[in-house]
């Protein structure tokens, strides 16, 4: 078989080293977006691959690194694992071409934007949980150092917070994959047995094992309680972190809540509170939302609720609600790629963020105005957008679950577009007044934006190409 992950992972290798050794600013930008857009043509043959060649979803890349330990360099083609390669791949892609208002001219930007992607295709496609975990971490270190040392405000205290749960999470993952460990028959890491042989492991433990990995991963998505971090590390990040944590991150807990639940038969108990606990999240985040007046935490707290909705759809233990959180994920990672990509358009052009005091954006920034109109459309599930077939999908899985109790999270939905049109009405389409313009907006954020627009759309239109890899 073709070793396309290693392959994806080796360029992403020689793409950080090479623009972090790289003369300028823009030929550290120049490497990134070449390389990354071989990755992403490299993930779209991959799912070419699945759609086409019999065999290729299951089939895995494997190399011995500590095997004695039960350790392996071993990547495996799933349907999930595929489809969350590709957004990393779009959403890297999109942040490689995007500006920021601060750090222009810093090349030192790109060998990290390079770094998380390799963390992330690395995390999607492992069939190692010891290799999944290295990833985590590669993850999170290069999220704490976009945010400390590109990011602006209050990033020095926003990167700690982030930091400060990051290693929680990472401490109690680790714990709990070493009790997967040495808990099962034959010791391995090996994702696959572990699903196989899990019934295997006493009833008590896996209620431990399941509460460690579930908390580390409500920490990531993130699911409220443990969301503290989020909206400083959103809002402080420059505009490629924010598009990286928000559109790719906080996938790694979504991704790893849906492991979770096919690992352990003891989860299938817990279905029901984790439901409880999504539609909860979902709709304080609506609530919170509402309080703030900055465009970055209220997308930061809209990519909450998401989050809560993808929880929705993982705890109805059903194909369709599976497919459903997977392509939430996919259409919310794209979504926020956009939002934020524009928000960072509206402080280049008019440095502020503020809703009360942008005006009229609609007169000077069309282009702007309207991006921004289309992420509301589809991170509220309007038809033709991603997020439309995605919550259909994963609604359809909740009620097949849990009878009308599944549709209520819902109106979470509804309460988030009621309030999103409705700041979108008073600043950026009012006409009354009107916000005066500092600079114009760099044709790379217009690419930026067209990108990922098309992206949004391609996958709302064309839903099949993805659901087919679901056998629905």
Same mark, same amino acid.
């Given at each position: 078989?073709?070793?396309?992950?290693?392959?994806?992972?080796? @360029?992403?290798?020689?793409?950080?080293?090479?623009?972090?050794?790289? +003369?300028?600013?823009?030929?550290?930008?120049?490497?990134?977006?070449?390389?990354?857009?071989?990755?992403?043509?490299?993930?779209?043959?991959?799912? $070419?691959?699945?759609?086409?060649?019999?065999?290729?979803?299951?089939?895995?890349?494997?190399?011995?690194?500590?095997?004695?330990?039960?350790?392996?360099?071993?990547?495996? =083609?799933?349907?999930?694992?595929?489809?969350?390669?590709?957004? *990393?791949?779009?959403? !890297?892609?999109?942040?490689?071409? *995007?500006? !920021?208002?601060?750090?222009? +001219?810093?090349?030192?930007?790109?060998?990290?934007?390079?770094?998380?992607? $390799?963390?992330?295709?690395?995390?999607?496609?492992?069939?190692?949980?010891?290799?999944?975990?290295?990833?985590?971490?590669?993850?999170?270190?290069?999220?704490?150092?976009?945010?400390?040392? $590109?990011?602006?405000?209050?990033?020095?205290? =926003?990167? +700690?917070?982030?930091?400060?749960?990051?290693?929680?999470?990472?401490?109690?993952?680790?714990?709990?994959?070493?009790?997967?460990?040495?808990?099962?028959?034959?010791?391995?890491?090996?994702?696959?047995?572990?699903?196989?042989?899990?019934?295997?492991?006493?009833?008590?433990?896996?209620?431990?094992?399941?509460?460690? &990995?579930?908390?580390?991963? #409500?920490?990531?998505?993130?699911?409220?309680?443990?969301?503290?971090?989020?909206?400083? =590390?959103? %809002?402080?990040?420059?505009?490629?972190?924010?598009?990286?944590?928000?559109?790719?991150?906080?996938?790694?807990?979504?991704?790893?809540?849906?492991?979770?639940?096919?690992?352990?038969?003891?989860?299938?108990?817990?279905?029901?509170?984790?439901?409880?606990?999504? %539609?909860?999240?979902?709709?304080?985040?609506?609530?919170?939302?509402?309080?703030?007046?900055?465009?970055?935490? @209220?997308?930061?707290?809209?990519?909450?609720?998401?989050?809560? @909705?993808?929880?929705?759809?993982?705890?109805? &233990?059903?194909?369709?609600?599976?497919?459903?959180?997977?392509?939430? #994920?996919?259409?919310?990672?794209?979504?926020?790629?956009?939002?934020?990509?524009?928000?960072?358009? @509206?402080?280049?052009?008019?440095?502020?963020?503020?809703?009360?005091?942008?005006?009229?954006?609609?007169?000077?920034?069309?282009?702007?105005?309207?991006?921004?109109?289309?992420?509301?459309?589809?991170?509220?599930?309007?038809?033709?957008?991603?997020?439309?077939? =995605?919550?259909?999908?994963?609604?359809?899985?909740?009620?097949?679950?849990?009878?009308?109790?599944?549709?209520?999270?819902?109106?979470?939905?509804? &309460?988030?577009?009621?309030?999103?049109?409705?700041?979108? +009405?008073?600043?950026?389409? !009012?006409?009354?007044?009107?916000?005066?313009?500092?600079?114009?907006?760099?044709?790379?954020?217009?690419?930026?934006?067209?990108?990922?627009?098309?992206?949004?759309?391609?996958?709302?239109?064309?839903?099949?190409?993805?659901?087919?890899?679901?056998?629905?």
């Amino acid at each position: 078989m073709f070793p396309v992950f290693f392959i994806m992972l080796a @360029i992403l290798g020689i793409a950080g080293i090479a623009s972090a050794l790289s +003369n300028s600013y823009k030929q550290a930008k120049d490497i990134a977006i070449v390389l990354s857009g071989i990755v992403l043509l490299l993930a779209l043959y991959s799912v $070419f691959l699945a759609l086409s060649v019999k065999g290729f979803i299951g089939s895995t890349e494997s190399m011995a690194y500590i095997s004695q330990f039960g350790i392996y360099l071993s990547f495996s =083609a799933t349907q999930f694992g595929i489809i969350l390669a590709l957004l *990393a791949s779009i959403v !890297s892609f999109l942040a490689s071409i *995007a500006v !920021s208002s601060k750090f222009e +001219n810093s090349k030192n930007l790109y060998p990290l934007i390079m770094l998380f992607e $390799f963390s992330a295709i690395g995390l999607f496609v492992s069939a190692n949980l010891f290799i999944f975990y290295v990833f985590w971490d590669i993850g999170v270190a290069a999220s704490y150092f976009l945010i400390s040392s $590109f990011g602006k405000g209050e990033n020095k205290h =926003a990167a +700690n917070t982030f930091l400060i749960y990051s290693i929680f999470a990472s401490a109690v993952l680790l714990f709990g994959i070493m009790l997967i460990y040495f808990y099962t028959p034959v010791h391995s890491f090996d994702i696959s047995y572990i699903t196989s042989h899990s019934y295997l492991i006493p009833t008590a433990l896996q209620g431990t094992i399941f509460i460690l &990995l579930f908390i580390a991963f #409500m920490v990531k998505m993130p699911i409220f309680p443990f969301h503290s971090w989020m909206a400083n =590390a959103y %809002s402080e990040a420059p505009t490629q972190g924010s598009m990286l944590i928000s559109g790719v991150l906080s996938k790694f807990g979504a991704y790893g809540m849906l492991l979770l639940f096919s690992m352990l038969t003891f989860s299938y108990g817990f279905a029901k509170y984790a439901f409880v606990l999504g %539609s909860v999240s979902a709709f304080y985040a609506a609530f919170v939302v509402m309080r703030h007046k900055d465009l970055k935490r @209220i997308i930061a707290y809209s990519s909450m609720l998401e989050s809560g @909705i993808i929880l929705v759809g993982i705890s109805s &233990l059903n194909a369709f609600g599976t497919a459903g959180a997977v392509y939430l #994920m996919l259409a919310h990672g794209l979504v926020m790629a956009l939002m934020f990509a524009v928000i960072g358009g @509206i402080e280049i052009s008019y440095g502020n963020r503020n809703i009360t005091v942008l005006k009229g954006i609609v007169k000077d920034s069309v282009g702007s105005a309207y991006s921004f109109l289309i992420g509301t459309f589809a991170s509220t599930g309007i038809p033709l957008t991603a997020g439309f077939i =995605a919550d259909v999908l994963v609604f359809i899985g909740a009620i097949n679950a849990y009878g009308l109790y599944g549709a209520i999270p819902i109106f979470s939905i509804m &309460l988030l577009g009621f309030y999103l049109y409705y700041a979108i +009405n008073k600043s950026f389409l !009012s006409t009354r007044e009107s916000s005066e313009s500092i600079a114009r907006l760099p044709r790379q954020m217009a690419v930026t934006y067209a990108l990922a627009i098309l992206a949004i759309f391609a996958f709302g239109i064309f839903p099949y190409v993805i659901i087919s890899l679901f056998g629905l």
